[in-house]
């Protein structure tokens, strides 16, 4: 089927968030012929094996080793940002100062400065943007999103997030580099508040709504590690673990955890949320499924029920394999680029954009404050509505 309208992709990075982003743009075309299709121009990485190997493998035109020379390109409409967090501020503010839509990957800015600076530069060249928290496109939550916007849990009391891992418990693992920059505070911002926190976060703020204020804290168990690059012993400054209460805005309370330290666990994402007529639970390892208790249901058959969100009137799975068969982790980031292909089309709000991520950001913010503090912190409301007239 050929194309409306191709939108040309300049991809920066090649690691695994690298490999996520290029098997989305090339399935969505497949899969959601009705958006216009991306077209794979270049790739970049400072590696020049890399970037070739990675233009060959998933089919980009060319590659590049500098991002700048990326940037300048006029035959580039999109800089999709998949490189570690310390690139993601300078790039996407040149991107958007040349004109280009740019997408990024999560957290936008190692810091709020760095996530505003993303955000100005986005809405006063008048492009769009999108950040990657692609588990919003997972069909069970974004049918949790459906029952909570039709009230089917009324008013919200409690919610739960935690998110788990256990890749880094050995002393022996390095900290920057390649596969472990994400253990460097420089590179990364935080540990697994920016990284993991950051998901639950936004999950909240999509289906809660905005926080008022946090109090947490945060542990950096195994506190020195060789430094990949300097080949010496340095100090550990991102977290390992982070622990946070929460009180939003409509007056419900959460509690948060994420770790790389509960051993067994490798993306143990849950989330359950309580309201006033109905409750609702999901788990990453079983992303399919959303458990569900309606108080509605007949007082003697009432129980938790488990939806098999594989149905064709379940959110995106139309797109997919006929009901009851599933689908996983990377076709939440088709489903995000089928949705951000359909907002440029249609001028719908594209979601998340820049300030939706400076608005987890800020919570981000927040608990790492409050951790040095030990006190309640107020979160700043970011999520002022931005104006889609003329973007992109
Ligand atoms: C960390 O291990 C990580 O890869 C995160 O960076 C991703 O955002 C998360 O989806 C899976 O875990």
Request: glycine share 8%; net charge negative; charged share 25%.
């Amino acid at each position: 089927m050929p194309a409306k309208r191709d939108l040309r992709v300049g991809l920066v990075g090649t690691g695994f968030m690298g490999r996520t982003h290029a098997n989305a743009y090339h399935q969505v075309r497949r899969f959601f012929p009705q958006e216009s299709a991306p077209e794979l121009v270049a790739v970049c990485s400072r590696d020049e094996d890399k970037a070739a190997n990675f233009a060959a493998q998933w089919g980009f035109g060319s590659h590049e080793t500098d991002w700048r020379r990326l940037v300048e390109r006029d035959d580039i409409d999109l800089i999709d940002i998949a490189s570690p967090n310390d690139t993601h501020a300078e790039i996407a503010v040149a991107a958007a100062k040349a004109g280009k839509m740019v997408a990024c990957e999560k957290p936008l800015g190692r810091n709020l400065a760095e996530s505003q600076r993303m955000v100005d530069a986005v809405e006063s060249a008048g492009v769009a943007s999108m950040v990657w928290y692609n588990y919003r496109r997972v069909p069970a939550l974004a049918l949790a999103r459906q029952m909570i916007e039709e009230g089917k849990l009324g008013r919200i009391f409690h919610s739960r997030f935690k998110f788990l891992q256990d890749w880094t418990m050995s002393a022996d693992l390095p900290q920057g580099g390649a596969g472990t920059w994400r253990l460097d505070a420089k590179l990364a911002g935080s540990g697994v508040t920016g990284d993991l926190l950051a998901h639950c976060i936004d999950a909240a703020l999509w289906l809660v709504g905005p926080f008022a204020e946090v109090c947490g804290t945060t542990e950096v168990f195994i506190r020195e590690r060789t430094h990949a690059l300097s080949g010496k012993r340095e100090a550990v400054t991102a977290e390992d673990a982070g622990l946070f209460l929460a009180r939003f805005a409509n007056g419900s309370l959460a509690s948060f955890e994420a770790t790389r330290f509960a051993r067994g666990h490798k993306a143990l994402f849950t989330l359950e949320i309580n309201g006033e007529y109905g409750s609702i639970e999901w788990d990453l390892h079983d992303l399919h499924r959303l458990q569900y208790f309606s108080h509605g249901d007949e007082s003697a058959l009432r129980g938790w029920r488990t939806i098999h969100v594989s149905d064709s009137d379940h959110p995106y799975m139309m797109a997919w394999w006929v009901p009851g068969l599933q689908i996983g982790y990377e076709h939440t980031f088709i489903h995000q680029v089928a949705d951000f292909m359909r907002g440029l089309a249609t001028g719908e709000k594209l979601v998340p954009d820049f300030r939706d991520g400076l608005a987890a950001d800020a919570v981000v913010d927040a608990v790492l404050r409050s951790a040095r503090s030990r006190r309640w912190e107020a979160v700043e409301d970011f999520a002022a509505p931005f104006n889609l007239e003329g973007v992109g």
